[in-house]
């Protein structure tokens, strides 16, 4: 098991950047992958960007060239780096671990002002 505490959320206006944090209590080495995921009110809950153990990388294409993701195994922690934010960023973003099942942390409002 693993538990996942997300950080870095807030307001941002149009254009601005924000940066998340998703730290695990476990050591994230081994974990097959790790995401960044969103929900905004009233729409089902949407892949952001994942990062699997050996570094592959994949986003949604609303988000490519504007966020990245990335993990640091010593701090046992997952970022997205947020740019150019628009208002449609705005959702809840939550962290997400897959290894064998899936764990998620408890998310993180992201506000973007236009």
């Keep these: 098991q693993v538990q996942l505490v997300e950080s870095g959320g807030g307001l941002a206006e149009a254009g601005g950047s924000l940066r998340l944090s998703c730290t695990a209590s476990r050591s994230i080495f081994s974990i097959d992958a790790m995401g960044w995921f969103r929900q905004a009110p009233g729409k089902q809950r949407e892949s952001v960007a994942t990062i699997t153990s050996n570094g592959n990388t994949n986003y949604a294409d609303s988000v490519k060239g504007r966020f ?47």
């Design 68 to 114: 990245t993701i990335s993990r640091d195994n010593a701090k046992n922690t997952v970022y997205l780096q947020m740019n150019s934010l628009k208002p449609e960023d705005t959702a809840v973003y939550h962290c997400n671990a897959h290894m064998g099942s899936y764990y998620w942390g408890q998310g993180t409002q992201v506000t973007v002002s236009s």
